[in-house]
T-cell receptor, first 116, second 113 residues
Framework: ETGVTQTPRHLVMGMTNKKSLKCEQH?????MYWYKQSAKKPLELMFV???????ENNSVPSRFSPECPNSSHLFLHLHTLQPEDSALYLC???????????????FGPGTRLTVL | AQSVTQLGSHVSVSEGALVLLRCNYS??????LFWYVQYPNQGLQLLLK??????LVKGINGFEAEFKKSETSFHLTKPSAHMSDAAEYFC???????????FGAGTTVTVRA
């Protein structure tokens, strides 16, 4: 069983669409993260959840809405996106935020999002 | 806040040659340092990490990195490149004041036959 899975792997949407990205981890972790990866830029942390509670919102526009129903699943709901939101969206998990500074984060393969 | 600078966005090496990827960090407290690798169409995978134990850290696939406090560096090396090392490599830093990882912009490695 792959540690962190993401669906869909590719998504093309118009600016008026609503879509959701899904992440699932099979590692028994309690912390989950959403990152945005744009070409030749550092990964940008978007949201962090610990034991289903959101602990970080890194000034992300409200057109991105996360949801964490349990420690194994994380969603990113998208609506009225802009073309500059096109990027690779990565999900990651780690044991928990206690000791997170030294913990390894495990990443999914990402969803390649294109906004037309 | 901590930060990382990766020198060189692209490195090209011959198969069998030394791989050297440079990373310099900035942190107001002792850092924790990581190297991740991203193969095409995959997520990031941990190569190795420094968490204040031995300054020379050995990782997977023959990679190693040395923490040098005086130079604020954590360069990644591999003595002999293999075609399978072609990927993008990211240096990242966290510390005891901020668990969140700050990533560099990445270095793309190509390996010439």
């Amino acid at each position: 069983e792959t540690g962190v899975t993401q669906t869909p792997r590719h998504l093309v949407m118009g600016m008026t669409n609503k879509k959701s990205l899904k992440c699932e981890q099979h590692l028994g972790h309690n912390a989950m993260y959403w990152y945005k990866q744009s070409a030749k830029k550092p990964l940008e942390l978007m949201f962090v959840y610990n034991f289903k509670e959101q602990t970080e919102n890194n000034s992300v526009p409200s057109r991105f809405s996360p949801e964490c129903p349990n420690s194994s699943h994380l969603f990113l709901h998208l609506h009225t996106l802009q073309p500059e939101d096109s990027a690779l969206y990565l999900c990651a998990s780690s044991q928990s935020l206690q000791g997170a500074a030294t913990d390894t984060q495990y990443f999914g393969p990402g969803t390649r999002l294109t906004v037309l | 806040a901590q930060s990382v600078t990766q020198l060189g966005s692209h490195v090209s090496v011959s198969e069998g040659a030394l791989v050297l990827l440079r990373c310099n960090y900035s942190s107001s407290v002792p850092p924790y340092l990581f190297w991740y690798v991203q193969y095409p169409n995959q997520g990031l995978q941990l190569l190795l990490k420094y968490t204040s134990a031995a300054t020379l850290v050995k990782g997977i696939n023959g990679f190693e990195a040395e923490f040098k406090k005086s130079e604020t560096s954590f360069h990644l090396t591999k003595p002999s490149a293999h075609m399978s090392d072609a990927a993008e490599y990211f240096c990242a830093v966290s510390d005891s004041n901020d668990y969140k990882l700050s990533f560099g912009a990445g270095t793309t490695v190509t390996v010439r036959a």
